[in-house]
């Protein structure tokens, strides 16, 4: 079964709440995702593989670490997941970038994929799907798939708000994925919303309504 992290930084929730706060503007908001993936990386990176080096001080030789070069793609879920790329892309400068295009039909609630393109070596790379929200899981159920069915086989999901639905849709789907969360908040309303959430977060981040 897939592992359940919630990060309890003092920095990301305290960042998160100023994320959720309604007078948040389009500005802040976007500087305070980019702000909390960047923190969030720290974390979901935790356990990269390190090797020994000689490295050269100006005071003698010593023996340091070095990461092992392990191949990561970030794969963030349109349109939202985009404000997540640039805060984990700071921390892991070499990791490749692929899309994946879904949008929630508002009237069934379930994802319709428009748009698919990925590094050529997949299978080869770990990957971190990215996405603010987890409300009905159906997007990143379908993201992990479209994953899988192109080859990925190491992936991690990781988002800031997540309701209990979502979190339970991928450990029962896609229990080989760990995931990594800010929040998980009380529920779905009838629209699909995570409550309390933060609201419709490609809207706060693209300023569209
Ligand atoms: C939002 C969000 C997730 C999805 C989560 O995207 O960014 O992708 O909803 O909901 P789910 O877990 O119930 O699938 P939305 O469909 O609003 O598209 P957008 O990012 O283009 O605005
Ligand atoms: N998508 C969002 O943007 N917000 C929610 O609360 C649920 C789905």
Known sequence: MGKVFVLDHPLIQHKLTHIRDKNTGTKEFRELVDEVAMLMAFEITRDLPLMDVETETPVTTAITKELVGKKIGLVPILRAGLGMVEGMRKLIPAAKVGHVGLYRDPQTLKPVEYYVKLPSDI??????????????????????????????????????????????????????????LGAIDERLDEHGYIVPGLGDAGDRLFGTK
């Not at 899988?148 to 990781?158: E, P």
């Open 123 to 180: 299978s080869e790379r770990e990957l971190i799907v990215m996405d603010p929200m987890l409300a009905t899981g159906g997007s990143a159920n379908d993201a992990i798939q479209a994953l899988k069915k192109r080859g990925a086989k190491n992936i991690k999901l990781m988002c800031l708000v997540a309701a209990p639905e979502g979190v339970e849709v991928i450990k029962e789907e896609h229990p080989d994925v760990d995931i990594y």
